[in-house]
């Protein structure tokens, strides 16, 4: 049978995933012209004027009123009758930042740069989605599902521990809505949650002060076990830091072809484990898990 996806099931899965990143996302009706809490005047005004003078103002606080009202003027009313340059110039804005005359109260004329993004701190920056259409929630799972199955597939890439258990976490919730064991909703729910967890795994390697490499040999460290958590921190960051130099100086373009080499690979592996006090009896496992990392990340190490 072939399924027909709706522009209301993309928008729902599309939102769902927004939000796991971290968007606001609000219903279009309730701030519609004519609600109580009516952020537009009209369906033909796309800017929502009130958050976009908040955003100036808060990421502006020195700037003078003045300078404040020739931003919005000129990122809300362009200048030109081509779309394209439009398009360019507000994209310059973004950027760059939305250069502005004013008078000051001297009565002389002064130059500035209002900013309009955060670019140093991105979460002082509000990310909003808007919800038009009713949701279709089964085939929002499915195509959520496949959107998440996309995201592992590019994690799988560089971290094979985190990309497997995401990938077991999103089987599990497709396998329970398939046999009907929760609603469409929380599946979706679920889903958002997962979505919400990568974006977390995304920053832990930066709060742990690791490397997309070094991170990616953390995870494969077992972290979350009892006998390994014991280690702390600092032991396990030392531990994937001495993998990563010790498998980037050994790496060859045919190590993984070679049993000599491979196996020389393994002891090396082996001994860092054991240098660090890693629980002997996981020893075995572990090394053959982190040769695997390795394998993935030496594709690109042997190459360069």
């Known amino acids: 049978m072939t399924v027909v996806f709706s522009e209301s099931v993309v928008e729902e899965a599309a939102l769902a995933w927004l939000k796991g990143l971290g968007y606001t996302v609000l219903f279009g009706p309730e701030i519609a012209p004519d609600m109580s809490s009516a952020e537009r005047e009209d369906y033909g005004q796309v800017v929502l004027e009130g958050r976009l003078r908040q ?26 009758p081509s779309l394209v340059a439009n398009n360019h110039a507000v994209h310059r804005f973004l950027v760059e930042g939305v250069p502005v005359e004013y008078r000051r109260a001297d009565g002389s004329f002064r130059g500035d740069l209002i900013r309009v993004l955060d670019h140093d701190k991105p979460d002082n920056n509000e990310f909003l989605a808007e919800v038009r259409g009713l949701p279709q929630r089964n085939l929002a799972v499915e195509t959520l599902h496949k959107l998440l199955e996309g995201e592992i597939k590019t994690r799988r890439q560089k971290n094979t521990v985190q990309a497997r ?32 967890e990568m974006r977390q795994a995304d920053q832990r390697g930066e709060d742990l002060g690791l490397s997309e490499e070094e991170i990616a040999f953390y995870d494969a460290l077992e972290v979350k076990d009892s006998a390994v958590k014991v280690l702390g921190d600092q032991t396990l960051r030392a531990i994937a830091q001495e993998l990563v130099r010790t498998v980037r100086n050994n790496v060859t373009i045919d190590w993984t072809l070679r049993e000599n080499v491979r196996a020389k690979m393994r002891v090396m592996v082996k001994r860092i484990l054991r240098r660090f006090g890693y629980p002997p009896d996981k020893q075995e496992k572990e090394t053959q898990t982190l040769l695997e990392q390795a394998e993935v990340l030496c594709r690109d190490w042997a190459v360069a």
């Open 165 to 196: 258990s995401f990938a077991e976490m999103l089987e599990g919730a497709i396998r329970r809505d398939q046999n009907r064991a929760i609603e469409a909703a929380t599946v979706i729910e679920e889903l958002i949650a997962m979505a919400q």
């Open 55 to 80: 955003a100036l103002q808060q990421l502006n606080p020195q700037a003078p009123p003045g300078a404040l009202d020739e931003a919005f003027r000129r990122l809300t009313r362009p200048d030109s």
